[in-house]
């Protein structure tokens, strides 16, 4: 139902139930908020969007109140303009003044909202935070003094990933954004997905970087440098640096990586392909066995390390193949280091991704052979966009060159696993393959590639008939625990932690809307329809990697260096 609201002496049309600020954002009127995110329900915690309502003696909060026929509305009136700036200077007052040396300056929402306002001196003063770094977590650091208690990464963590790792912790001017006991973050359940970081609005919480660490190794002559990124990569650098994606971009990154001064540039397809292959070979040994469990994809770190968590029933069930990015990273420090005739320890490996969670992973026990790490450092898309800028490349008039053997091809289905659904789909459609020795109608996986925190499809390969259960985003595994209690029986699961899959990954642009979210899907979905290799078992890479390379080097002809294991975690909750 429309009627009429009166906003600023002008007339405009609002539907029954809408809050005010849906009502004057659908009318291209835009008043700043701090506190609200978009599909969550609003607090009107930051008081930012307060505006003035006739015959109301108190400002209102526009992003909570409901819009009443005829109601009269000033956004910017003296008293709501002085409100705001209020509210901005009372942050400002005990907030850092280390603007040029934050991680979010020039992007950050408190710096932007006094700009807007005109602030241009401190008139509140207040008692200053007391600094507290927290650079415990391998993936996120947390700067307490930098905190707005806003709330965003609070509500993100228990409502969207629930993991609970953050809440409010004290009352009064002592209040402060914590994890369990106000312990450090290696001691929360914090699983490093980053979701928090892509919602701080000041910097509060940012990625560790490891810029430093990449720079003083690229000055190292006697060390080989190599760098992978995945397909993910290609089309957020092309974000960051402002310029047209294309299909050649990647040809593009390759150059601009060299320039930098990596000896080697390696796609991380391949590993996907070698993951999604050996995924598949222990989808069909299961059947085969008529296992009653199902098998879950474990190239998600970050709900791998949930699972490890909170709910180590399902640790016997997590597939051992180790994620793209490691895989890619041993075969860097095994075949690349003995085609190049150099030791594993003379080899820095460096991996690109759309994943603050994979620093977190490159990490782990498992992850490293004879005391060597399979992957060195890992740069977020915002790191490399940055290393890119030091060093000064001139990325408007560059070559293309290709990526280097034998990493340099892969499978279209690799670059659907940057989508939640995409590797199970990927999988199913090898195995499929594999039985049928024909591909199967892409029109069955449509269902996989919908909205919807869980998904569940039936394909028949042969006479056997294979389920599969995609869990889009963790608050998913309630839905997915639901259908497995009705007695629902699935063979392949696959779980994301961040919705929509690595095209949200917490390494890419911050402010991400949900279109341009959208939009990277469907850059992958193009890719796998146009593209002529579209599965693992038909790539030249993959093949000549099995046929000839993996048997021609003894330490990794068995492919035991493709495996990995998991165990039970013990966290402060």
Known sequence: MLFTIQVNNKKIKAEKGETILSALNRNGIIIPTLCRMKEFTPTGACRMCVVEVEGRDRLVTACSQPVEEWMKIKTHSPRVITARKTIVELLLSNHPDDCLYCDRNLNCELQRLAEELNIRERRIRGRKIKPRLDQSSPAIIRELSKC?????????????????????????????????????????????????????????????????????????????????????????????????????????????????????????????????????????????????????????????????????????????????????????????????????????????????????????????????????????????????????????????????????????????????????????????????????????????????VFREISVMVGEVEVKVAVVDGLTGLERLKVSMAAGKKYDLIEVMTCPGGCVHGAGLSFNTSKEEIKNRSRLVYQADDTEAINLPCKSLSLITLYDKLLKDNADIADKKIFFTHFEKRNVLL
């Open 148 to 452: 707005i208690l806003c709330g965003r990464c609070v509500r993100v963590c228990e409502e969207v990933i629930t993991a609970t790792s953050l809440d409010f912790i004290n009352k009064g001017r002592e209040t402060h954004v914590g994890a369990a006991m106000d312990r450090d973050f290696n001691f929360s359940s914090c699983i490093h997905c980053g979701q928090c970081v892509l919602v701080c609005p000041t910097g509060a919480l940012h990625e560790k970087h490891n810029i430093t660490e990449v720079q003083e190794y690229l000055n190292k002559p006697e060390i080989v440098k190599v760098i992978q990124y995945s397909s993910m990569v290609v089309y957020g650098i092309a974000e960051e640096l402002g310029m047209r994606y294309t299909r050649e971009f990647d040809k593009v990154l390759n150059t601009i990586l060299r320039k930098i001064g990596f000896d080697k540039v390696y796609k991380t397809g391949l590993g996907t392909d070698v993951c999604i292959s050996e995924i598949a070979g222990q989808l069909s040994q299961r059947i085969e066995n008529k296992s009653d469990n199902p098998l879950y994809i474990s190239a998600c770190p970050a709900w791998v390390k949930y699972a490890e968590q909170f709910i180590p029933s399902l640790i016997p069930y997590l597939s051992t193949v180790k994620s793209p990015q490691q895989i890619t990273g041993v075969l860097i420090k095994t075949l690349v280091a003995d085609q190049l005739g150099v030791k594993p320890e003379e080899i820095f490996s460096v991996s690109a991704t759309p994943c603050m969670a994979m620093k977190f992973e490159a990490r782990r026990d498992g992850m490293m052979r004879k005391g060597i790490s399979d992957v060195d450092s890992v740069l977020t898309v915002r790191e490399l966009a940055r290393l890119i800028r030091l060093y000064g490349i001139d990325t408007s008039n560059i070559e293309q060159e290709p990526a280097d053997e034998p990493m340099s091809g892969r499978s279209s289905a690799a670059i659907l696993a940057e989508v939640s659904g995409g590797l199970a789909e990927g999988v199913i459609r090898t195995y499929h393959y594999q039985k049928m020795k024909k591909e199967p109608d892409k029109q069955i996986f449509k269902k996989l590639r919908s909205a919807g």
